[in-house]
């Protein structure tokens, strides 16, 4: 039986597995979305967001902090694997509305006032935002006429993500798991 | 920590962004109608035409070909280069107020709030 003993460095050590392990799972689920053909999707325009599932659980399980650091990740690592300048741009003004209104809730302390589905819309509706705000920079105000589509889009999108967070087990969250290997038969 | 099920806080989210919505449509139904003309700017610049022509156009933009079809009073994109091709699948637009957006190609094709054409000053790019 070998004595374990945790140490200090261990919590970040702890951090960056945990940290890259939902960035891949943030960058699947981006992948997974590109594959999805474009004409299948009922509202032009708007992605399904399904990394936001990522970005949320992290922001959860871990922190804000982490939760930005893992969505700057998966925009770097979506950019360099298919993507274009324009991409790069949108996603990052789209996750930095995200970060924004996780914060927000964090500092409020309304989290446990909402279900994720809440959350989630509330995210797709920042990240389409953000991506809108691009838009307009870099195309003018004709943009503005998405704004129906963009509510739309947040609502049923948001929901869909949200459902499926709701569905993760608690114990994703649970982080009181000690370190110490445990040995059967010694 | 957020609960597992459906709150009284997602209800107004909910809500807010369906009456948010219905704003904008309210908007739109009023300020809209059918259009006469419509511009389509590019990277060089901007250029009317109307939509009562039955054309097909056929520019380059920021390095991305597109090919617009007006037909029938309304105005679709019927291909193009960009990565994106949420141009193509954005349909017909006919109202005025409404756009259709190609960010790759910096491409924007709107059509025109009332008016008349001869209101505007024809710049063929």
């Known amino acids: ?186 | 920590m957020p609960q597992k099920r459906l709150t009284r806080a997602d209800i107004i989210v909910f809500v807010g962004i369906i009456a948010i919505l219905a704003c904008l449509l309210l908007r739109a139904f009023i300020s809209g109608g059918a259009g006469s003309y419509f511009t389509v700017t590019t990277a060089d610049g901007t250029a009317s035409y109307s939509l009562s022509d039955d054309t097909t156009i056929d520019l380059d933009s920021n390095g991305v070909h597109i090919s617009i079809s007006v037909e029938n009073g309304a105005v679709s994109v019927v291909s193009s280069d960009c990565p994106d091709l949420t141009c193509q699948n954005s349909g017909a637009i006919s109202s005025s107020g409404e756009a259709i957006i190609c960010v790759p190609a910096k491409l924007v094709i709107e059509i025109a709030k009332g008016g008349d054409a001869s209101d505007e000053d024809f710049i063929i790019g």
């Open chain 1, 1 to 186: 039986m070998l004595p374990m003993k945790t140490l200090s460095s261990d919590k970040r050590v702890r951090r960056l597995a945990e940290d890259s392990a939902l960035v891949c799972a943030a960058l699947l689920l981006s992948f997974v979305e590109a594959v999805i053909p474009i004409a299948a999707l009922p509202i032009p325009g708007f992605k399904l967001g399904l990394a936001n599932i990522a970005i949320l659980l992290t922001a959860y399980r871990c922190s804000v902090g982490d939760a930005a650091v893992v969505s700057l990740a998966r925009i770097l690592l979506t950019f360099l694997f298919f993507g274009s300048p324009t991409s790069l741009i949108f996603s990052l003004s789209g996750g930095i509305l995200v970060v924004a209104v996780l914060t927000l809730l964090k500092l409020t302390k309304s989290s446990p006032k909402f279900s994720f589905i809440g959350i989630s819309v509330l995210c797709a509706a920042a990240h389409n935002f953000g991506q809108l705000i691009a838009a307009l920079a870099l195309t003018g105000h004709a943009v503005l006429s998405y704004l129906p589509a963009l509510a739309a889009a947040s609502l049923i999108y948001g929901t869909l993500t949200g459902v499926i967070l709701n569905a993760l087990p608690d114990r994703l969250y649970n982080k009181s798991q000690s370190t110490k290997v445990r040995y059967e038969n010694s």
